[in-house]
């Protein structure tokens, strides 16, 4: 037994999720191997502060942050591991970080990419006022949330070890589908993961442990819909709830 549940045979997860049983399995599994996600949140940590520190000393050094995508990954390959009842090591974090390293970092870049515009014009259009700057900046906020929902949805199946083999479009594909799944329940883990990263770059304890928290709330809550819609295994109807 590892976070208060066993995983099934075929790794797959039961039961299905709700956004209460995610917290509670998240929080589970980073108490089973809080030093390896102690020591993953460290590596994680320091990149996020490298990565500010060159921002702010030299502006057009954005493209620093980019940095992020690598680590972000290897705390994902953690959390679907543990998320899936296997324990975790630093060796988990660095196959992560390795796995698909470019074609994850060209899909970082452009989330980043989307983000960064997205916000850029909600800014424009909220300060110029008038019809059409306005209804750009809905569109621009749009776009920026269902980027983010997209992400949660993506990274987990993305990273899975269960999907080492899945070609990219595939999974891409499967996480369009977990996310239209459960939409409301991916609006709220986003908004759970948004209050996590603006507590993370606040103070310095919460850096020791939110990183992986979040990465494991979003492995709880979207590996099982995946393998439900493989048929690996069935959500139970007692979870059929956001």
């Given amino acids: 037994m590892r976070g208060g549940r066993r ?8 039961p299905g999720p709700s956004v209460w049983r995610s917290l509670r399995g998240a929080a589970a599994s980073l108490i089973d191997d809080l030093g390896s996600f102690v020591l993953a949140n460290l590596i994680w940590a320091s990149v996020a502060a490298l990565t500010a ?3 702010a000393v030299y502006p057009p050094a954005l493209v ?3 940095l992020l995508v ?3 990954c290897g705390l994902t390959r953690m959390a679907g591991r543990a998320a899936r009842g296997a324990s975790v090591n630093l060796g988990h974090f660095g196959e992560g970080v390795r796995y698909r390293f470019w074609p994850h970092l060209a899909l970082g870049a452009g989330q980043a990419l989307l983000l960064a515009v997205a916000s850029g014009n909600i800014a ?3 300060e110029a006022g008038g019809a059409l700057p306005i209804l ?3 569109v621009s906020g749009y776009v920026a949330l269902a980027t983010w929902l997209l992400a949660g949805a993506a990274w987990p199946v993305l990273l899975d070890p269960q999907r080492q083999t899945m070609p990219l479009r595939a999974a891409l594909r499967l996480a369009v589908a977990v996310l239209l799944r459960r939409p409301i329940g991916f609006v709220l883990i986003a908004t759970i993961e948004a209050l996590l990263i603006a507590v993370t770059v606040q103070t310095i304890v919460p850096a ?7 990465a494991l709330l979003a492995a709880h809550y979207a590996l099982p819909l995946a393998d439900s819609l493989e048929g690996r295994g069935a959500v139970s109807d007692k979870a059929r709830r956001p």
């Fill in 53 to 55: 520190l060159a921002r």
């Fill in 124 to 126: 424009i259009g909220l």
């Fill in 70 to 72: 690598p680590v972000t």
């Fill in 7 to 14: 995983a099934s045979a075929s790794g797959g997860l039961r």
């Fill in 64 to 66: 620093a942050g980019l």
């Fill in 136 to 138: 750009a900046a809905v």
């Fill in 208 to 214: 020791l442990f939110l990183p992986s928290y979040g």
